[in-house]
Structure formats: structure tokens, C-alpha cells
């Protein structure tokens, strides 16, 4: 199976159990569904380090957390680090891309 590449700054790593999540779209006047690509990304901040990559058809990839994708991230994660998954380098490396695209 093909993994998508990730668009957004910050990306971590993929997983499909992280895709397919939808809300609607975070432009005001938008019709269509952001929805998880599987993306995770880190950008370094304090309060809720970690968000989803979401596509809308119309606007492009964004970088969207909600308090209910919360439990699901932090399974996934846990479940990466098991597998033996370098997540600090992983993060660091994320955290660099999205500084210097002005994020995080
Ligand atoms: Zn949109």
C-alpha cells in the first residue's frame, strides 16, 4: 500500500489507523470536509504537542487537533515507540521543519 507523502511541516509518521478522521473544513465559507490524511505532526508546543495533517478538497492540508482525536494519538504513539520507532529524532527533525516554515 502506497502511504501518502505528507504536505504539512512537522510530519512525523504515518499510520492508517490516524486517517480518515473528517470535520468541516476550518475556512468559515467552506462547503467541504477536512479529512486525516495519517499524518501526525509535531511543531513543539506545550499544550497539545501533537495535531493530525487534514486535506479539504478546496483548501489545501492543514494542521487541526481536537480534544477526541487525543486518545487515538497517544495509543498510536505509544504503539510506535513499542515497535521500536526513533520518535525523539523523529520529533526533532519535525520540530526543525516546522520552525523553519514559521510554525510551532
Ligand atoms: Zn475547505
Known amino acids: 500500500m502506497d502511504i501518502p507523502k505528507p504536505r504539512y511541516p512537522g510530519a512525523v509518521f504515518h499510520s492508517e489507523k490516524l486517517a480518515g478522521f473528517q470535520y468541516h473544513c476550518s475556512m468559515s465559507k467552506c462547503r467541504f470536509m477536512d479529512t486525516s490524511t495519517g499524518w501526525l505532526l509535531y511543531h513543539g508546543s506545550e499544550i ?4 493530525l495533517e487534514f486535506e479539504c478538497p478546496s483548501d489545501g492540508v492543514v494542521g487541526r487537533w481536537s480534544r477526541e482525536l487525543q486518545p487515538i494519538i497517544e495509543q498510536v504513539v ?3 515507540i513499542d515497535e521500536g520507532f ?12 516546522a520552525q523553519r516554515a514559521g510554525l510551532g
Not at 48 to 51: A, E, G, I
Not at 86 to 91: P, Q, V
Request: neutral net charge; without cysteine; glycine residues 0%.
Open 48 to 51: 497539545h504537542p501533537y495535531s
Open 78 to 80: 505509544q504503539e510506535k
Open 86 to 97: 526513533d520518535l525523539e529524532n523523529a520529533k526533532q527533525r519535525a520540530k526543525i521543519e
